[in-house]
């Protein structure tokens, strides 16, 4: 089933949120599909018995900085200028319909308690939607604030969906939350019981030092060693090729000072825009 799944809709990700609404995980799912797309997901995901709500207006993504999109910008159905719609996806035709409903209201609680979200974390979302819907739509580092420490289970990395790996849908409101953390497990069980080699890879990938900054990209150190607070590594991931990315590349080791403070052999980065986690 994976492998169809993928081969139709081209992600990882994609594929499988879609497949945790079909295995009842979760209520209602949510994808965007581009306007010519729509007649073939819809016939498609009805193979599979799953009803879908499509959205009443288009969406125009933003690609940020990081080179990923968490924020859209809605404009008219009727619109000429390109764009996708969200495609509302359930077992329940119902379900999937409320949901259009919720984010048509802007009822985020509501929309989150229809994807299957914990509540911690879809109050977590309501309270700093106001600062960073109008920023990127990251609430990375918001959780990494509310976070104690700078190692966390592996479970709750989201800070690589660029690189289409995750176990989560949404953005945990810590990343030690154990309703996220049983969440995620669920998730890579049925990823493993789907396609072992992947379940593989995405837990290997998603374990491993991440130097995360809000604007200036995302940087996955590989082949990495720990030794007390300083990390030592052969090489760096980038979802940009910036000064960061140069120093980093270049340092082949850090000492992490605190969640949002680092040395490298280049200089110093620290600051509430940056922060460093190590997921195992």
């Known amino acids: 089933m ?24 979760k209520p209602v799912s949510r994808i965007t599909v581009s306007e010519d797309n729509l007649s073939p997901t819809k016939e498609f995901l009805e ?4 009803s879908t709500i499509i959205s009443d207006f288009k969406i125009r993504q933003v690609i940020d900085e990081n080179r990923f999109s968490n924020k859209g910008v809605k404009i008219p159905a009727d619109s000429k200028e390109n764009g996708s719609y969200f495609v509302y996806i359930s077992k329940k035709e119902e379900l999937a319909e409320k949901a259009k409903q919720a984010e048509s209201t802007g009822d985020n609680k509501e929309l989150g308690r229809l ?13 700093n939607f106001p600062v ?23 479970h709750t990395n989201i800070t ?38 992947l379940g593989e890879i995405s837990a290997g990938m998603l374990k491993g030092v991440v130097v995360y900054t809000a604007n200036q990209g995302i940087f996955l150190l590989r082949d990495y060693k ?28 850090i000492k ?3 969640k949002n403070r680092i040395k490298t052999d280049k200089g110093e980065l620290k600051g509430q825009d940056i922060g460093v986690f190590i997921f195992s």
Do not use: W
């Open 160 to 197: 690589i969906r660029h690189m289409d790996i995750n176990l989560l849908s949404h953005f945990p409101c810590n990343f030690r939350c154990k309703e996220s953390i049983k969440l995620a497990k669920q998730n890579l069980k049925l990823l493993e019981k789907l396609s072992p080699e």
């Open 226 to 253: 720990i030794n007390g607070n300083e990390v030592s590594y052969e090489g760096v991931m980038s979802s940009v090729n910036n000064k960061i990315y140069d120093s980093l590349k270049r340092s082949k080791r």
């Open 115 to 127: 994807f299957g979200y914990p509540k911690c974390c879809c109050e977590f979302f309501e309270k």
């Open 2 to 25: 994976l492998d169809e799944f993928l081969a139709f809709f081209k992600s990882l990700t994609k594929s499988m949120d879609i497949i945790y609404a079909l295995e009842g995980i």
């Open 47 to 50: 193979n599979y018995k799953l």
């Open 132 to 154: 960073e819907s109008k920023r990127q739509n990251d609430y990375v580092l918001a959780g990494l604030r509310e976070s104690e420490g700078f190692t966390f289970p592996f």
């Open 256 to 258: 992490i000072i605190d």
